[in-house]
């Protein structure tokens, strides 16, 4: 396995290095919510100009720099508030909580992984670099904050937060706006984990409002956010161009069956069995009101997930059902899946720390080891499934028709780009013009 970075190539990747709009989501717009991907593209772009370019590099791989510091930026976030969820929040140890870690990484490129596939998908795959902020970026953010909600879904009380000072406290619900305002297919990972927890802090509080609203200030606060979102996205203008017509529900499932039928096997059949048998387990002890506290996250993270699947496949229907054949975009219920058998694991290994430890060890190492010497390759992070060099001389060679133009005082030109794929010549479209210039 090589690394697959991403440049600009498509008709969106140039557009977007010029967009604006503001920090609040825009009524009617294209994009009503999307604050965050629509302000961070050329916000990164500029910040490659100033940051990446003196170190030697033309601005196609500053660019590409930048954005590969910024996603392994929220990659780390993320896996950081996982490993606290386990070392912390469940005491499952450093040791044993790292392995979960490192496996759960390891499976986000090995997943799909078959032997001499050279277009190998990945959760964290997307088809250009537009994308990565469109769609990776926003579900990173959000289930980062969303394990973060579940780590201290009773401790957003008013008075914990100013305790925590007002640096803290607004840097979290900052967090949140920006997650919200990011992307309806990652919101709703966020948006349900919060409406979970919510429930269990009201049964928790044996039905009292009044206290259940002190403690949970983020998550209604996300929840609010999150209904603006809908009610803002429905009201867009690629709300308006889908139209009145049905949900393709079917549609939808069938394309979900077919990602669903490219997971290896191993990954397939043993998430099965361990979720089953976390269901099982969490029941009885909480029955015999024993590990209260793991079960609980157990089912606040096992029914996240399946509302998360499910509301998925609903807007999948509604936008496309092409959709739910990208992992990212079915990211909710890969984490949600992955976390449930990690705790499953972590309730069995209770009263065998060791050798459950060494057989995640090994079973890790094999997965490893498995995935970086495989006669396989991953899928190209660019349109036409194009390689890196070949996609940064196409781009690099319209850049200089623009430059030679500009040097020759020319107002108007002629762009030579490569033929696209359709009608449109995608994603070299006719519209591109203007764009670059």
Sequence with gaps: LVSHPTVIISGDDWGNLTSTRALYPQWGIANPIKVMPELGYPLFA??????????????????????????????????HQLFQLFNVNLSAGFLRSSIFVVFFYASIFFIFLKEGNHENLYMLWEVNITCFYHYIAPALINSALSIFVIRNYRNFDVNILKRNGVWYSSSIFFASYIAVFSSMFANIILAITCGVTLLFSLINNKLSITKTIKESTLQIFTLTAWVVAVIYEANGGRAASLGSGSL?????????????????????????????????????????NKNRDQSIVFFIVFISGVLSLIALV??????????AARPVVMWGGFLYVSMASFITIDILAKDRTKLINALL?????????????????????????LSYSQAKAVSQNIIDQVISTDRNNGTNMILYVPKGDDHDNWPFPIYEGPFIG
Excluded: H, W
């Excluded at 609903?314 to 959709?323: D, I, N």
């Design 361 to 385: 060890a090994f079973c890790t190492i094999i997965l490893v080891y498995k995935g970086l010497t495989s006669n396989s390759t991953l899928k190209q992070s660019i349109n036409l499934n």
């Design 46 to 79: 500029k910040l490659s100009t100033a940051l990446i370019m003196p170190l030697g590099f033309g601005f196609l791989e500053s660019f590409s720099i930048i954005t590969a510091i910024f996603i392994t930026i929220l990659l780390s976030l993320f896996l």
């Design 314 to 323: 609903l807007l999948c229907a509604r936008a496309g059902s092409y959709y």
């Design 248 to 288: 393709d529900i079917y549609g939808t499932l069938s394309v979900l069956n077919y990602l669903i039928e490219q997971v290896q096997p191993a990954f397939k059949y043993s998430a099965t069995a361990l979720v089953s048998i976390g269901i099982i387990s969490s029941l009885y002890s909480l029955i015999r």
